[in-house]
T-cell receptor, first 113, second 111 residues
Framework: EAQVTQNPRYLITVTGKKLTVTCSQN?????MSWYRQDPGLGLRQIYY???????DKGDVPEGYKVSRKEKRNFPLILESPSPNQTSLYFC????????????FGPGTRLLVL | GENVEQHPSTLSVQEGDSAVIKCTYS??????FPWYKQELGKRPQLIID?????GEKKDQRIAVTLNKTAKHFSLHITETQPEDSAVYFC??????????FGTGTRLQVFP
């Protein structure tokens, strides 16, 4: 089954404790992206990747890192989480770019205390 | 940078009525305009999209219109049903591979 998966689905952590949210797709998509969703603010792009080893900042990259060492995986790293990073995070992928259908993962709900 | 405004933030309609959601964008270079539907607790899913070389696109009960001169596009849902209740997001993108989303519209369809 073609899908985008994320892990974990729910995470409670404390300020400053490094964490990684994994994202994987099995559709051989070149484009992958991370969004955060907050009430009243919609979906805001954090980072995106056009292909392996090619990543770029979205609108809200501060406090986040990403890597794209393999085509199927695009992990989101929070080196030192802060309470303002409490949010619902979605990973998405598309064939070649943002100008195509994006397939979203199930979401990761993060609470930073 | 690109900015996308979406209105209204909430919309309540009676089953069978029509619903219209409007978005405006700021970057004249935008050429791709998708609409996503997000049901409660679920992931966003594409329902329809339009590109800048087309003024209108229909898919059964949903349609999208685009006015490039005015830089606005709209989602139209006819004969609404309770299962149309969800949050709808518009978005605008260009060839830089960034996609900017609107803030969402919560649509409630009452039986």
């Amino acid at each position: 089954e073609a899908q985008v998966t994320q892990n974990p689905r729910y995470l409670i952590t404390v300020t400053g404790k490094k964490l990684t949210v994994t994202c994987s797709q099995n559709m051989n998509h070149e484009y992958m992206s991370w969004y955060r969703q907050d009430p009243g603010l919609g979906l805001r792009q954090i980072y995106y990747s056009m292909n392996v080893e090619v990543t770029d900042k979205g609108d809200v990259p501060e406090g986040y890192k990403v890597s794209r060492k393999e085509k199927r995986n695009f992990p989101l790293i929070l080196e030192s989480p802060s309470p303002n990073q409490t949010s619902l995070y979605f990973c998405a992928s598309a064939w070649e770019g943002a100008g195509e259908t994006q397939y979203f993962g199930p979401g990761t709900r993060l609470l930073v205390l | 940078g690109e900015n996308v405004e979406q209105h209204p933030s909430t919309l309540s309609v009676q089953e069978g009525d029509s619903a219209v959601i409007k978005c405006t964008y700021s970057d004249s270079a935008s050429n791709y305009f998708p609409w996503y539907k997000q049901e409660l607790g679920k992931r966003p899913q594409l329902i329809i999209d339009i590109r800048s070389n087309v003024g209108e696109k229909k898919d059964q009960r949903i349609a999208v219109t685009l006015n490039k001169t005015a830089k606005h596009f709209s989602l139209h849902i006819t004969e609404t049903q309770p299962e149309d209740s969800a949050v709808y997001f518009c978005a605008a993108g260009d060839n830089t591979d960034k996609l900017i989303f609107g803030t969402g519209t919560r649509l409630q369809v009452f039986p």
